[in-house]
């Protein structure tokens, strides 16, 4: 029967679980606990716990509906995690793991950014293939027009010092000796060679 149903320890009905039916079949579970907000909810299986539904799961912050993380399942297994926040674009995601994160994919991976910026703050980002002539990095430029792709290295220094001889970006092309070393067999260097402001000039070192 449609209604609410409440399981409570006998002499304490001010904490309880509750289950209410709505007259379509709608369900919710709800827990109370009076005096304070300990009220947890814990599903244990010897087993795996599974989520049948239409395709879409939703998480929202009590008391407040429109905004909400949501998970989508297609008929193929296919998975988008997608954010609403209805007043604003402030709906971010974010993953934090207290160790590593993996992604593992049978195809490619895509990454799309709708505001054109990608930032990774790390200090070695490395490709590995075991490819001949591979690792490849390209930069593709489709647009109509008589520009190309640039790679930039910034030298910006916290302490907004410059000087004469400082480098702004390296290349390295490094290799294995006879005894398996890494060595560096050729770099490329670029450097400052005059930082005077209206009179600035670099230099670039073979």
Not at 8 to 20: A, C, Q, T
Not at 36 to 41: K, R, T, V
Not at 57 to 82: C, E, P, R, V
Not at 171 to 177: A, E, L, P, S, V
Request: no cysteine; charged share 20%.
């Amino acid at each position: 029967f449609a209604g609410r149903y409440l399981f409570y320890v006998s002499g304490n009905d001010g904490d309880y679980f509750s289950i209410d039916v709505g007259s379509n079949g709608d369900t919710v579970l709800g827990t109370v606990d009076a005096a304070a907000d300990s009220a947890n909810l814990s599903l244990l299986a010897d087993g795996i716990i599974g989520h049948y539904s239409n395709g879409s799961h939703q998480w929202i912050k009590t008391g407040n509906n429109s905004d909400y993380l949501q998970l989508d399942i297609g008929t193929h297994g296919d998975a988008k995690f997608w954010t609403v926040d209805a007043a604003a674009a402030a709906a971010h995601f974010e993953i934090e793991a207290d160790g590593d994160i993996t992604l593992d994919a049978a195809g490619d991976i895509k990454f799309e950014a709708a505001g054109n910026d990608i930032s990774l703050d790390s200090d070695t980002f490395t490709i590995n293939s075991s490819t001949g002539d591979y690792p490849q990095v390209k930069l593709l430029n489709t647009t109509n027009d008589d520009q190309a792709s640039q790679l930039i290295f910034d030298k910006l220094r916290a302490d907004d010092g410059v000087a004469t001889g400082q480098n702004l970006g390296e290349i390295h092309f490094n290799g294995q000796d006879s005894a398996q070393n890494t060595q560096t067999y050729s770099y490329i260097i670029s450097e400052i060679d005059v930082s005077t402001s209206g009179q600035e000039s670099g230099k670039l070192n073979l």
